[in-house]
């Protein structure tokens, strides 16, 4: 590795004299092994490279080079048999698996990367796409990951005990970080004395990944784990919502390389939508969402699927459907008793003056540069209690995104000791009051917002747009002023800030908006711009896209 920095640094510092009385202004350095990036993007992304046609390659560095890679591979593949082969040998004679059977096929598989994929109950519960007919328990399989039990309360062996006792199927990403699940993956795929599987073993066992290749290990990390899966069972369609990032672009690649078409729902509003006050969105863009190559993406609305394709994308077919929750919420309006819902957990009978608004929150962040940062977060908690507190015929549903572990613990990412516990205690103020239903981080969202007659969300969290695709009146809610100007706040009464615009805005929509009035304004603001239907029947637009792939 010395070496070969030493000779780059040659290079460059005798190119520079070379050129001391030209221009600089056009050099490009490129790596040496350049070419093998170009085709790997060229055939995965669609990245140009005409800017490097005219770059100059030294080619008396090209044999030097060769041979310090080849060095380099050698050392790395000693350090890994002599660090990691008596370790595969002991281990694999205890815990070797036996050849995993015959792969089976599988018409749908159903990403469940997190605990917050997997808490939900009634409408929202993990299964929510399966329509009990085309698309079932019997040809739909669940995949979860290692950390998806990390954060919740319940034990991961038990929730799948039940879960599978009604018949439902699951497959679990084996945990790498764990030498008992590294052999078994080593084993399932058959590459057990591979160089790639010991290189990745050495690296994940004794943490020594280097910064110049953890991309590669990374990648390698991905492809032990879904070939473990994909050893298994033969999936048509999988279906994922909100991954971004290198581990999604590697595992998309991995299921259509084995024949697989893959689906992304973006279920919240649209990212770097958001921070858009021109609705130019190449101005937002981000590489969280670029080479994620998807064969389909699907949006609530013609802003998400814009602000995705000014980014680096294969993909096949871009789908606007509506938000697939507000057909949860209007399935429920028809559904339910809201006089029973009340009187069940506010122990009141229903009047004429009875009124219900729910109380969404968002993910915080211990930054104080965040658009919801911990400050925020106070500040929205002591605005809800205050207008609980100075509207006394009003009823409120409690919702947090996150749970009490989540702020407090300085462990769990973004996580503030100090700050969680100030939110946590105006919580417990809310707690308290007897005209609030605390609902808690895991309750079931369409219901609450079905009973409700206002639904208000912090910025810019999802609520706000599942409720608008039902026609529920509802608004995006924030103390400050951070999301001024920005996209959707142009949208007339849509995103309120402050108290005092927040008291005004809660009495208009409750007290001056009848819904021929308040339909109308979904006609002229939202239809169209943070929702494309309207009529609450996103969830099965997605099922029939995804039942018609078949034909």
Not at 513 to 526: A, T, V
Request: net charge neutral.
């Amino acid at each position: 590795m010395v070496l070969a920095e030493i000779f780059k640094c040659i290079y460059i510092h005798s190119y520079f004299k070379s050129k001391e009385n030209k221009s600089l202004e056009n050099i490009v350095f490129v790596p040496e092994n350049h070419l093998f990036y170009k085709r790997l993007i060229e055939r995965y992304g669609s990245y140009e490279f005409d800017h490097l046609k005219n770059v100059e390659t030294c080619k008396i560095m090209l044999p030097a080079l060769n041979l310090i890679r080849i060095f380099q591979g050698l050392a790395w593949f000693s350090i890994g048999v002599a660090l990691l082969c008596p370790k595969i040998l002991v281990f694999s004679s205890l815990f070797g698996e036996k050849e995993s059977p015959e792969r089976v096929e599988c018409e749908y598989g159903v990403l469940l990367p997190t605990w917050q994929h997997i808490k939900f109950k009634g409408k929202k519960a993990f299964d929510f796409l399966l329509d009990h007919k085309e698309i079932n328990k019997d040809n739909t399989v669940f995949i979860l990951f290692p950390q998806s039990f990390r954060i919740g309360s319940v034990e991961r062996g038990t929730w799948i005990k039940n879960q599978e006792q009604q018949g439902y199927k699951f497959l679990l990403l084996p945990d790498l970080k764990k030498i008992r699940d590294l052999l078994i993956a080593q084993k399932r795929v058959g590459f057990l004395f591979n160089p790639i599987s010991l290189f990745l073993g050495m690296v994940q066992c004794l943490d020594l990944t280097p910064l110049f290749i953890s991309g590669f290990v990374k990648s390698c990390v991905v492809y032990l784990q879904w070939a473990t899966i994909l050893s298994q069972v033969h999936i048509q369609n999988y279906i994922y919502s909100n991954q971004e990032g290198w581990n999604q672009i590697a595992a998309n690649i991995l299921i259509r390389k084995n024949g697989g078409v893959t689906w992304n729902y973006s279920f919240f509003i649209g990212g770097g939508v958001l921070y858009t006050r021109d609705s130019n969105y190449g101005d937002v863009r981000h590489l969280l969402w670029a080479f994620l190559n998807s064969d389909h993406f699907l949006g609530p609305n013609q802003d998400v699927i814009e602000y995705h394709r000014v980014h680096r994308q294969k993909v096949r077919h871009y789908h606007v459907i509506g938000n697939i929750y507000s057909e949860m919420i209007r399935e429920n309006i028809e559904e339910m008793d809201r006089d029973e819902f009340i009187y069940q957990y506010f122990g009141k009978n229903v009047s004429k003056k009875t009124i219900v608004i729910s109380s969404f929150d968002t993910t915080f962040i211990a930054d104080d540069n965040a658009f919801t940062s911990y400050d925020d977060a106070i500040a929205y908690y002591r605005d809800i209690l205050k207008l609980l507190n100075e509207t006394r015929e009003l009823l409120m549903v409690v919702k947090p995104s996150k749970n009490e572990e989540l702020l407090v613990t300085s462990e769990v990412a973004w996580g503030s000791p100090e700050k969680g516990r100030i939110i946590t205690g105006l919580w417990d103020k809310l707690k308290a009051n007897p005209r609030v239903y605390w609902a808690g981080d895991a309750a079931d969202n369409p219901v609450i917002m079905a009973m409700s007659d206002l639904v208000i969300t912090h910025c810019m969290s999802s609520p706000t747009g599942e409720a608008l695709g039902a026609r529920k009146k509802a608004i995006w809610y924030e103390s400050g002023d951070k999301h001024r100007g920005l996209v959707y706040d142009q949208v007339p009464g849509l995103v309120v800030h402050g108290y005092n615009e927040l008291k005004e805005r809660v009495s208009e929509l409750l007290y001056s908006f009848g819904d021929e009035e308040y339909n109308k304004f979904l006609e002229k603001y939202i239809r169209g711009k943070v929702e494309s239907h309207l009529d609450g029947l996103a969830l099965s637009r997605f099922r029939r896209l995804i039942l018609a792939e078949k034909e």
